[in-house]
């Protein structure tokens, strides 16, 4: 197997996206809080509702990021294949 390395470029990335999906869904649990008119203590006692759809907002945007790059790197490879036809 190839080993692999991650970079701290990748780990502050990821880190930073991680929290960014923490706060969004921070931000919807306060709209759903303000929307049925609950008590503001369900921010603390729904925390671990809130870390579990953080990792399944991660998730959902990791699959994402996959698809994306994955046809990028299909066209690329789709490109170079005609152009040495071509030559």
Do not use: P
Not at 2 to 22: G, W
Not at 32 to 45: D, L, N, Q, V
Request: charged content about 15%; hydrophobic content about 55%.
């Amino acid at each position: 197997m190839k080993d692999t390395i991650v970079t701290a470029r990748r780990k502050k990335t990821e880190l930073i996206t991680l929290l960014v999906c923490f706060v969004v869904s921070n931000l919807l649990h306060l709209y759903a809080i303000i929307a049925y008119h609950a008590s503001f203590t369900e921010m603390i006692t729904s925390i671990f509702y809130i870390i579990i759809f953080t990792f399944v907002l991660y998730a959902f945007w990791g699959i994402l990021r996959l698809l994306f790059y994955g046809i990028q790197a299909l066209f690329k490879k789709k490109n170079l294949i005609n152009i040495n036809e071509n030559k």
